[in-house]
């Protein structure tokens, strides 16, 4: 790591997440390169390496601010909102979901490869701000819903956490996907983020109360 101020460290590691950010918006993930990424950047591609040794340590980086912001969001619910209906709390939780398209996209896609080639200090950050989201969750479950013991919230927990993993590929469908589906004769309901995600909230914790 070169020498700098913290705040020119955190600059350019924010710049470099921002590169990728933006280029994913466009680009598959095996597309993308460093020296892709560095193009973006105002400084050399080589000067990346004193900030990020792959580009699934930038990935994982942009993913780990994307999970922050998904914890953010539902401590923002448990602190502003003092009581919500079974209905409601799905409503929200499924807002906060689709209010987070790139983190459900990273979720299906490439997440061993990402977790694999970055060092254990990256691993460890981006463990932590999913365990923060992992706790913001339950923190609105035991305000919203009190009834769900400790074992029902567990359950609620592994229910919808492996989900979310799966909800990207099946409401962000591809024109080619579409005709696809239609040429092998398959029936299919389009739902959005927000539809799926609700239902399905509603309808583990109704079963869990």
């Known amino acids: 790591m070169p020498k700098g101020s913290p705040e020119l460290t955190l600059a350019r590691k924010e710049e470099i997440i921002s590169a990728c950010r933006k280029l994913y918006e466009t680009m598959s993930f095996k597309d993308i390169t460093l020296k892709e990424i560095g193009q973006q950047t105002s400084f050399t591609r080589t000067s990346i390496y004193n900030y990020f040794e792959t580009k699934e340590e930038i990935f994982l980086a942009l993913f780990t601010q994307e999970y922050e912001l998904f914890a953010k969001d ?73 009834a769900l013991g400790e074992k029902s919230r567990q359950t609620f927990l592994y229910a919808f956490l492996p989900f979310v993993y799966g909800l990207y590929p099946y409401t962000v469908v591809t024109e080619k996907q579409r005709q696809a589906m239609q040429e092998a004769g398959i029936s299919y309901v389009y739902m959005s983020t927000y539809e799926m995600a609700c239902d399905f909230i509603r309808t583990l914790l109704g079963g869990l109360q």
């Open 74 to 146: 539902l401590d923002g619910l448990c602190e502003h909102r003092e009581t919500l209906s079974t209905d409601e709390l799905s409503s929200e939780l499924a807002r906060a979901l689709e209010r987070r398209p790139l983190m459900l996209k990273l979720l299906s896609m490439n997440l061993y490869d990402m977790e694999a080639n970055s060092r254990m200090e990256r691993l460890v950050e981006f463990k932590a701000a999913y365990g923060e989201s992992k706790e913001a969750l339950d923190c609105c479950l035991q305000k919203f819903v009190p």
